[in-house]
């Protein structure tokens, strides 16, 4: 009897679950290379888990508008966040703790290579992507950015998808 209902609850998992959604992979190439993923009052590695995890979950945010059975791979080549870490002392601020200060001429840069594939993985795009945005600080979704310090990288990685792969965006 177990072995039976064992089976049935395998064929109705198997039957009710949703057609397998587009799939992501993001490698972050040479870490060490990067130009600037430094953290600023925290420790180091705890800052790039935290600085690629956010990153990723955006990514995997944005494969969702992806048709199902595509999968995306990225390789992130290099990361520039926006701003730059200084000393707080020499900012004239009462504190030996760095701090990221974030102005027009410090602008956030991604460089990756991506392709999209379909489920045979037939390749349905691919190629290298410099990202650039330099008018970071001008852009009105930026006014609200309080609540997450990898927004003006997220934003940027946003307006790049939707561009390169407008074509393959379904509506939900």
């Not at 795009?125 to 970071?136: E, R, T």
Request: glycine fraction near 4%; charged fraction near 30%; aromatic fraction near 10%.
């Amino acid at each position: 009897m177990k072995i039976q209902t064992a089976i049935f609850l395998c064929l109705a998992i198997l039957i009710i679950s949703p057609v397998v959604k587009s799939d992501i992979s993001v490698n972050w190439v040479k870490t060490s290379e990067y130009k600037d993923i430094e953290a600023a009052d925290e420790n180091q590695k705890k800052f790039e888990k935290r600085l690629f995890l956010n990153l990723e979950k955006h990514f995997n945010k944005l494969n969702k508008k992806l048709p199902d059975n595509h999968q995306l791979l990225i390789n992130v080549t290099n990361i520039d966040l926006a701003g730059r870490v200084l000393p707080g002392v020499s900012l004239g601020l009462n504190t030996p703790r760095d701090v990221r200060i974030v102005e027009y001429h410090h602008f956030p840069k991604i460089k990756l290579n991506y392709r999209l594939q379909n489920g045979d993985g037939e390749p349905l795009k691919s190629g290298d992507a410099v990202l650039k945005s330099i008018s970071f600080l001008d852009k009105i979704e930026t006014r609200k950015i309080n609540r997450d310090e990898f927004d003006y990288e997220k934003i940027m990685l946003t307006d790049w998808f939707n561009k390169t792969f407008s074509e393959f965006v379904t509506k939900k």
